[in-house]
């Protein structure tokens, strides 16, 4: 059975910390990872990455694929409130595996 | 880019009703779409795959019957929640790929429905 895990479930910090959220997953058709975040309602997109060791970077985010170790890792360095959130990963390729998501709570 | 509609946003509606909850795909053509559902503090658990011309795909542990999927068109997909019940209160979302960008998935607004 195909399976995402995500963690820690929860995370709480301060504005300015730095956090790392992890991916892993276990499919059997596996063409990429794609992170989203979900504020309210619907996901927006962050990240697809389907190489392994590529870092991709978009402002203070920045995500990387190990397919070796099956696992992804979301960084945020200089947290702000506006990134309390829940930040899902999901495996591909089109009927995406969503993985239980990690809920950010960023304090100031 | 490519945009997703989903209407209605919210609902309420009475036990052993049913509710139409539609999926539109704005400016591009979707041959499939996907529905998910989510409960309160849970991640999204893929339901069922639209496809346009043919029977929706459900996964394992979704009663068919319950949850009427029906592709009319390649830019309308519909979720039907029939008979419903105050366990199926929950938010709705669907998606659609497009393989015109490097985002490959597109959701819609979500429906959130509460059944009295």
């Not at chain 2, 909850?21 to 893929?46: N, V």
Request: aromatic content about 10%; some cysteine; glycine content about 6%.
């Amino acid at each position: 059975e195909d399976k995402v895990v995500q963690s820690p479930l929860s995370l709480v910090v301060h504005e300015g910390d730095t956090v790392t959220l992890n991916c892993s997953y276990e499919v059997t058709n596996f063409r990429s990872l794609l992170w989203y975040k979900q504020e309210k309602k619907a996901p927006t997109f962050l990240f697809m990455l389907t190489s392994s060791g590529i870092e991709k970077k978009s402002g203070r985010l920045s995500s990387i694929l190990d397919k070796k170790e099956l696992s992804s890792i979301l960084n945020i360095t200089a947290t702000q409130t506006g990134d309390s959130a829940i930040y899902l990963c999901a495996v591909g390729p089109d009927k995406l595996i969503f993985g239980t998501g990690t809920r950010l709570q960023v304090f100031p | 880019g490519a945009v997703v509609s989903q209407h209605p946003s919210w609902v309420i509606c009475k036990s052993g009703t049913s509710v139409k909850i539609e999926c539109r795909s704005l400016d591009f053509q979707a041959t499939t779409m996907f529905w998910y559902r989510q409960f309160p503090k849970q991640s999204l658990m893929l339901m069922a795959t639209s496809n346009e011309g043919s029977k929706a795909t459900y996964e394992q542990g979704v009663e068919k019957d319950k949850f009427l999927i029906n592709h009319a068109s390649l830019t309308l997909s519909t979720l039907t929640v029939t008979s419903a019940h105050p366990e199926d209160s929950s938010f709705y979302i669907c998606s659609a790929p497009w393989t015109g960008g490097r985002e490959k998935l597109f959701f819609g607004s979500g429906t959130q429905l509460s059944v009295l």
